[in-house]
């Protein structure tokens, strides 16, 4: 089945060491989209990729970057995680909204904690 | 800054009993979805409603969208037990991204 991978699940980083997560798809979707999401509340766009073209939200932290080697990967890396990054995160896919399709696929999420 | 705001913020209702949830967004949009997600899941896409459309149905939801008020609500009839999780709408308003009210959190007691 066509789908939206996310790797790992869990994730426990310690406060300020380097981590990365990752999403592939099946669906070859040409839009990828990293969300926050903290407990009970909405998810947070971060950025999107468009193709090859990246979209950072403006207040999305330097802290948290992207890439996007080819149409099927992208990740997700936060240089220095803080007590504060600690969420779940979720990645999801799209088509492109101009041919009328908006549905958004989404992963099932990476919950990462920060000791 | 979200757009949309949703009420209740949470919704107890009997297994069997109708379920209805509301969203509220802020510009103009060219349509508005309705997502379900399970407790530490990812979400999933229920439904759509355009713009010019009023009414939309679908199994046991029905959605209806009035753009004057710029108000959605989505109703879920016969409510099971598996319908228990977060219930968003989310607008999109041209730009390739999509905006997510702040939830509904349903349980559906047995």
């Known amino acids: 089945d066509a789908m939206v991978i996310q790797n790992p699940r869990y994730q426990v980083t310690q406060f300020g060491k380097p981590v990365t997560l990752s999403c592939s798809q099946t669906?070859?979707?040409?839009?990828m989209y990293w969300y926050q999401q903290k407990s009970s509340q909405a998810p947070k766009l971060l950025f999107h990729?468009?193709?090859?073209?990246?979209?950072n939200e403006a207040d999305t932290p330097d802290n948290f970057q992207s890439r996007r080697p080819n149409t099927s990967f992208c990740f997700l890396d936060i240089r220095s995680p803080g007590l504060g990054d600690a969420a779940m995160y979720l990645c999801?896919?799209?088509?492109?909204?101009?041919?009328?399709?908006?549905?958004?696929?989404f992963g099932p999420g990476t919950r990462l904690t920060v000791t | 800054s979200q757009q949309g705001e949703e009420d209740p913020q949470a919704l107890s209702i009997q297994e069997g009993e109708n379920a209805t949830m509301n969203c509220s967004y802020k510009t103009s949009i060219n349509n508005l979805q309705w997502y379900r997600q399970n407790s530490g899941r990812g979400l999933v896409h229920l439904i759509l409603i355009r713009s010019n459309e009023r009414e939309k149905h679908s199994g046991r939801l029905r959605v209806t969208l009035d753009t004057s008020k710029k108000s959605s609500s989505l109703l879920i009839t016969a409510s099971r037990a598996a319908d228990t999780a977060s219930y968003f709408c989310a607008t999109s308003q041209g730009a390739q991204k999509l905006v997510f009210g702040q939830g509904t959190r349903l349980t559906i007691n047995p």
């Open positions: 999801a896919t799209s088509r492109d909204f101009s041919r009328g399709s908006y549905e958004q696929y």
């Open positions: 990729y468009y193709d090859k073209d990246f979209n």
């Open positions: 669906l070859n979707h040409n839009v």
